[in-house]
């Protein structure tokens, strides 16, 4: 299917203008017409029946490995980017992943803007874009309580302690206000797990995502595939969505970066495991399994002569009404005084653009269809994006270092972080 694959990334970098900004060549824009990340999530609601009124995956990208299935299986491996792995599979004609390729196909998926797992993930578990369950970003500001809170712990960006922001009842639900995909695919009588590491079962952001589903922790990555093995050799549900969440690959590369032997060491500890534990045993079973492997996003690799710090501008704390929100590669400015953008420009030169939020909304970076009401408040009034694999930095606390924005990166539209990976295959 390398064909199919060709074309379909031919076709995700053909567009890369936002307004009059023209992006360049290694950039790819989020798709959410059927080649996107957006589309995994309305695919399985319609394969299960349920109502759907947001585009599915195209016919080229699934083919016929959900016909007829009883049971899927979504794994996610975070930061897996689809050029990573390409490479890997590329290098090494023994790679494990080759286990899963063999019975299915591969094709690149675009990421959500922005890049991130917040983001990502939100539009997974909900089966919508950003532009209607409203996460958008990293760092967010919620203007109705006056925060600039941290959408993985659930608090604001100043208080380390977790799902501050969802402490009382219904916080969760009322944070994204929108349905879950388990709690759609229980109206259709489809059981839906949650499959996440034991530290972050539930968390904040795992509350949110997992609203209607049974969430299963585990310890490892063998482990994991273990526990889906057995759940499937039940034999009941019936139906059934198991959703399973990997991170270890995304912490390794902010660590040591992109593109390093860690990095590789771990995609192929991974696959090993899910060879072995999943795929090799699944064969004996009387079960109709369809296996989906994805990422929310890659990364690419930030050296220290990358970062931009904003603070470098000068007159910043007078500038914006809020501390710079978003990611270090996709920066929402609340501001719209013309002087300081302009110093700001200068500034920036050619590591970066500022466009007015309202046209990357037009643009559609953050899906189409009606808004949610409070998006405007959460997207700023310009965007800052970086080029090529440039960051900005701003001191949320006191000592801040800039290295900390060095090594592995995303929230960005480079093809490293924006090129994802779609494997599915029918067992």
């Known amino acids: 299917m390398a064909g199919v694959a060709e074309r379909v990334e031919k076709k995700l970098r053909e567009k890369r203008t936002i307004g009059d900004v023209e992006l360049p060549e290694s950039f790819v824009l989020p798709s959410y017409d059927g080649y996107g990340l957006a589309n995994i999530s309305p695919t399985i609601l319609r394969h299960f029946g349920a109502k759907v009124d947001t585009p599915g995956l195209a016919d080229e990208v699934v083919g016929p490995h959900l016909d007829g299935s009883r049971k899927v299986v979504h794994i996610l491996l975070d930061a897996c980017g689809y050029l990573l792995l390409k490479r890997a599979i590329e290098r090494e004609r023994d790679h494990p992943i080759h286990a899963l390729l063999k019975r299915g196909r591969m094709t690149p998926l675009t990421s959500v803007f922005p890049s991130t797992t917040a983001v990502a993930l939100s539009t997974l578990h909900t089966g919508l874009p950003p532009v209607r369950h409203g996460i958008t970003g990293y760092r967010m500001y919620l203007p109705d309580r006056g925060v600039l809170a941290n959408m993985i712990r659930l608090s604001p960006e100043s208080d380390e302690r977790p799902r501050r922001l969802i402490r009382y009842r219904d916080g969760a639900q009322k944070l994204i206000g ?65 959703w399973a969440y990997w991170d270890a690959l995304d912490t390794i590369q902010h660590d ?30 009387d079960e109709k399994v369809t296996v989906i492997f994805t990422a929310d996003h890659g990364q690419v690799h930030v050296n220290a002569s990358d970062v931009f710090e904003l603070k470098s501008v000068g007159d910043v704390d007078r500038a914006l009404r809020v501390p710079l929100a978003g990611t270090s590669r996709t920066g929402y400015l609340y501001t719209n005084d013309g002087q300081w953008l302009k110093k700001l420009e200068r500034k920036l030169g050619k590591r970066g653009w500022v466009i007015p939020s309202s046209t990357v909304l037009e643009a559609g970076l953050w899906g189409e269809g009606e808004h949610r009401p409070e998006l405007a408040g959460r997207i700023g009034d310009q965007v800052m994006l970086m080029n090529d694999r440039r960051v900005s930095f701003y001191p949320y606390y006191e000592g801040a270092d800039p290295i900390h924005q060095t090594r592995g990166r995303h929230g960005g539209l ?13 067992m």
Not at 212 to 223: C, Y
């Open 414 to 426: 480079h093809e490293d972080e924006m090129l994802t990976p779609f494997i599915i295959a029918k």
């Open 178 to 242: 929108v349905p879950t995909i388990h709690e759609r695919l229980a109206n259709v009588r489809v059981r839906s797990v949650c499959m996440l590491r034991k530290g972050i079962a539930w968390s904040g952001l795992s509350e949110i995502h997992c609203t209607g589903a049974n969430v299963v922790p585990f310890v490892s990555a063998p482990d994991m595939f273990v526990t889906i093995r057995k759940m499937l050799a039940q034999g009941r549900p019936a139906r059934q969505c198991i």
């Open 256 to 285: 040591y970066g992109v593109w390093q032997d860690e990095g590789e060491a771990e995609m192929r500890a991974f696959a090993w495991s899910l060879k072995t534990e999943l795929l090799d045993p699944v064969k004996a079973l």
